[in-house]
């Protein structure tokens, strides 16, 4: 049953990211295509497209996440927010 369920939620994953997708053309050097393959089958990645999909997506959030990190006034926030969570204390965050 959970197997069913995942499969359905991947078809659904797939069908509604292929309707709005563009294909991009990749070359990669064999010896890291058959490194990918080998990790790939290690972590039960079907296709290299979903693999390589999901490692952009990681380097977008980390990216993301580094330009947090800078913004000191974003930075400033977020732990007064926090401090006042731990307090009890609940405000509106402002981004």
């Known amino acids: 049953m959970l197997k069913l369920i995942f499969v359905c939620i991947k078809f659904k994953y797939y069908f509604v990211l292929l309707s709005s997708m563009e294909s991009v053309s990749l070359k990669i050097e064999e010896n890291f295509l058959n490194a990918i393959e080998k990790v790939m089958k290690k972590h039960n990645y079907m296709t290299k497209t979903e693999f390589i999909r999901e490692a952009i997506?990681?380097?977008?959030?980390?990216?993301?996440?580094?330009?947090?990190?800078?913004?000191?006034?974003?930075?400033?926030?977020?732990?007064?927010?926090?401090?006042?969570?731990?307090?009890?204390?609940?405000?509106?965050?402002?981004?």
């Not at 959030?61 to 401090?83: V, Y």
């Open 57 to 95: 997506r990681d380097e977008i959030r980390k990216l993301e996440e580094k330009e947090i990190l800078e913004d000191k006034d974003l930075m400033a926030q977020i732990k007064a927010s926090e401090r006042n969570r731990k307090k009890g204390k609940y405000e509106e965050f402002k981004y």
